[in-house]
């Protein structure tokens, strides 16, 4: 069967791989607003720090026989309380100064983190099982839907929507939107703003690592696996607005989708059509799709 | 309130020294801020203005209180906290540090680019606050205004208290006091 | 010179003048001892590949300084126009039959045009977003380079450019000839840009660089300084670039990918920005490091890193910042 001269198999099969991406495109750049709403600084470890996620789930297997439903627990909370510590001890100093340097720290740690892993365990990838609870798939006629790419992309959507809705409809979201918009003034209501800061990076962090350890059985764990991503996240969040969380998860996944569907019919723009749309968006709409001058 | 850098000289609340400490722990104390343009976060609705400042001490006002007191909030619960006039906005100031239990108010201002009617409904509020028991420290350009509601006046000038002139002799210090505000 | 220093002796102007006659005076042997050094080191046993190499890198690191440096903007795909400049040099010297100079010239003249273009797009914005959007740029560059394999070679690259003979004498094949080439184009680009630095253009660069909206309204044209800014340090970042290609006779996807946007950071803030030797500091260093690491593999991206974060949380003025720092300070 064809749909605009496509093979339906191939069509859909590359929509799936779009939604996928766009799964871990929503879930990396969801953390990069949420750190970026609060602290103003682009975390270019983000990429790394997914890595991280991702060889965590590898040594907790390979080390102490911990399955993937536990690394998907244990595994962001590590990387996020490494986090924490760079927050404390680092980016916390960089706060008085120009925004860009907190950019270049985090990318001077990128290059570290990236650098030595590299250095141990060279730049082919890790093997990394797909549970056993999650292994075979549907055949749903048109396209056979393998159970761990659906359960990616439902987690994803889950995680994504559950952070939404708590900085959107919690008491706790309303302090941190509030504190991005005047730190000073909540310090003075009698919140500790600095901790929140650091827990918030914290969270942010632990989100990049989540989505490592989902990404190890689809994509094996590789220590140049944040690295060729973190760009293209970048781009994502700058599309869909820097600090806006609902901008981040609908260009995440709408990217992603759209990225899928010019593989099948334009594959050669399928590297750069995001990067396209972003230098559109910014001449047109500097604050993003869903983002607030600031 | 910690929130000014640099500071010399002592700051003493009930028997305490607070010059060096963190803004957060201060208000911890039960001091209340209400800044100069008010704060209103645009990020959030006017319900969730009026609940932030957490209860720091007991004896806080009842939202239903505050509500009394302020009628208008009731209405515009859901708006953005910044889609109110500018008189709404200063009462949703005052009336958010009220639930927090805080004795001592700082108000900053808060006459500051408002109509004379609203300017009333505020000196009526202070008076309200006076009357429950609060403290209010109240920083105004607008001397009129303060002579309406203050018992103790303080003159500052450069940083420094250089007078204090009680609201009953105000007439018998008219002289000086211009030579103080005069330019 | 003398005689109106002596005239406006105790004036302010009179110091200023004086000031700036010493800070003259100050480059220009700071700046004789420098070529001196350069002229020298290959007879006392610095290998001239390792010098041509830092030499190219000095030039591209000296070109972003004069945008982040003195115009204040952190662009974050320089390396499009240095693997631009090199891909066309290397091209018309090896298939068009281009001699060196005018490979070179080709290639610089592409690079300002593609400075003209992205500049055009980019500068409209700041910050963040402005790195943001050099970096996007680059990276469609960098894919249209690994795809365009007719031209580029893809990952290949293109091979075997050859030196040829520059204006028809000089024999570039002659290592010690090449080199002498090299450091001629890198001090001739280096006075370019302090004279650039220190005219009325730059006076105003700084001005914005400092202060925007101030600047704005005294009546300048932000946009359009930071336009030129950009095009000059994207041309001369093609200089670089296409030199670097027909020294190492290879033009490859290293030097258009986003990695070699982050080394020139690296070298501007190691060096220290906005300052006129800085850069060239930073990048003997880094390129004297990577040189000496090479067998240590993926050691030199820990390094990298680690200098970049001491940088940031300690040496924020750069080498040559923190020592003009030092000096000021013993001064007064």
């Known amino acids: 069967m064809q749909i605009f001269g496509i093979a339906t198999q191939a069509l859909f099969g590359q929509l799936l791989i779009g939604l996928i991406n766009g799964a871990f495109y929503a879930l990396l750049s969801l953390g990069l607003a949420v750190i970026f709403g609060l602290l103003n600084i682009i975390n270019f470890t983000h990429g790394a720090q997914y890595m991280l996620g991702a060889f965590c789930a590898y040594f907790l297997l390979q080390g102490a026989g911990t399955g993937y439903w536990w690394s998907l627990l244990l595994a962001p909370i590590a990387v996020g309380i490494l986090g924490i510590i760079i927050e404390k001890t680092m980016l916390k100093r960089l706060y008085a100064l120009d925004h860009l340097y907190g950019l270049l720290l985090t990318f001077g740690l990128a290059l570290v983190l990236q650098g030595l892993f590299t250095n141990y365990y060279g730049s082919s990838g890790l093997p990394y099982r797909i549970p056993d609870e999650l292994s075979g798939g549907f055949n749903l006629g048109f396209m056979f839907l393998p159970k761990y790419r659906a359960w990616v992309i439902v987690a994803s959507l889950v995680v994504c929507l559950a952070t939404w809705f708590v900085i959107e409809r919690t008491k706790l979201g309303s302090y941190l939107r509030a504190a991005t918009e005047n730190p000073a003034l909540v310090q003075a209501f009698g919140i500790n703003v600095p901790r929140m800061v650091t827990l918030t990076y914290g969270f942010g962090v632990g989100l990049a690592a989540f989505a490592g350890v989902m990404a190890a059985p689809i994509y094996q764990v590789n220590p140049q696996m944040g690295a060729n991503l973190i760009i293209v996240v970048f781009a994502v969040v700058v599309i869909g607005g820097m600090g806006s969380i609902m901008g981040a998860i609908v260009t995440g996944f709408g990217l992603g989708v759209i990225e899928g569907l010019t593989k099948v019919f334009y594959p050669e723009a399928s590297n750069t059509v995001i990067f396209v749309i972003m230098v559109i968006v910014l001449m047109l709409k500097p604050a993003g799709l869903f983002g607030k001058e600031r | ?183 | 010179m003398n005689t109106t220093a002596a005239a406006s002796h105790d004036t302010r102007a009179g110091v200023i003048e004086r000031r700036a006659a010493r800070g003259d005076r100050t480059f220009l042997v700071a700046t004789l001892v420098m070529a001196l050094m350069f002229v020298v080191a290959p007879f006392v046993g610095v290998y001239p590949v390792f010098l041509m190499k830092a030499l190219c890198f000095a030039l591209y690191a000296c070109a972003f300084n004069l945008l982040i440096g003195y115009g204040g903007l952190l662009s974050f795909g320089h390396a499009m126009f240095l693997g631009v400049a090199g891909y066309a040099s290397a091209y018309t010297a090896k298939n068009w039959g281009f001699p060196p100079e005018l490979a070179i010239l080709f290639a610089t003249g592409l690079s300002a045009l593609l400075g003209l273009v992205s500049g055009a797009i980019a500068i409209r914005r700041q910050g963040i977003y402005f790195a943001m959007i050099t970096l996007a740029l680059s990276q469609m560059i960098y894919f249209f380079c690994l795809q365009a394999t007719s031209i580029t070679g893809g990952e290949d690259g293109i091979q075997a450019v050859p030196r040829g003979k520059m204006f028809g004498v000089l024999d570039l094949s002659n290592t010690l000839v090449m080199y002498f080439v090299v450091l001629a184009i890198f001090l001739a680009a280096f006075l370019l840009i302090h004279r650039i630095i220190h005219s009325p253009f730059g006076n105003v660069l700084k001005t914005i660089r400092d202060n925007e909206p101030r600047a704005i309204s005294l009546g300048y044209d932000a946009e359009r300084y930071k336009l030129l800014a950009f095009v000059l340090s994207a041309t001369l970042t093609g200089l670089a670039g296409a030199t670097k290609a027909i020294v190492f006779q290879l033009a490859s996807l290293t030097d258009v990918h986003w990695s070699m946007s982050g080394e020139v950071v690296l070298m501007t803030l190691l060096g220290g920005m906005g300052t006129i030797f800085g850069p060239v500091v930073g990048a003997f260093i880094l390129i004297g490091m990577e040189n000496y690491l090479a067998g240590f593999g993926q050691w030199v991206t820990v390094i990298t890193g680690v200098i970049f974060v001491f940088c940031v949380m300690a040496l924020r003025k750069g080498i040559v910042g923190e020592l003009g720092a030092w000096w000021t300070k013993r001064g007064n």
């Open chain 2, 1 to 183: 309130m910690g929130v000014v850098p640099r500071r010399e000289g002592s700051i003493v609340f009930e028997g305490r020294e607070i010059g060096k400490l963190a803004s957060n722990r201060i208000a911890h104390l039960g001091i209340a801020w209400c800044p100069e343009e008010r704060g209103i976060f645009s990020s959030l609705n006017v319900e969730e203005n009026l609940l932030l400042p957490p209860v720091v001490r007991p004896g806080g006002m009842a939202v239903e209180e505050i509500f009394e007191l302020f009628p208008n909030l009731k209405e515009r619960l859901a708006s953005q906290g910044t889609k109110l006039s500018g008189g709404e906005q200063q009462m949703l100031a005052i009336g958010r540090i009220l639930r927090t239990g805080a004795r001592l108010l700082l108000l900053d201002e808060p006459t500051e680019g408002l109509a004379p009617v609203i300017v009333q409904q505020i000196g009526r509020t202070i008076h309200a606050l006076k009357n429950k028991g609060y403290t209010v420290l109240l920083v105004e350009q607008n001397f009129r205004f303060a002579a309406t509601v203050a018992d103790r006046h303080y003159v500052v000038d450069h940083g420094k208290v250089v007078d204090m002139i009680p609201n009953a002799e105000l007439d018998k210090n008219m002289a000086k006091l211009h030579e103080y505000l005069g330019v």
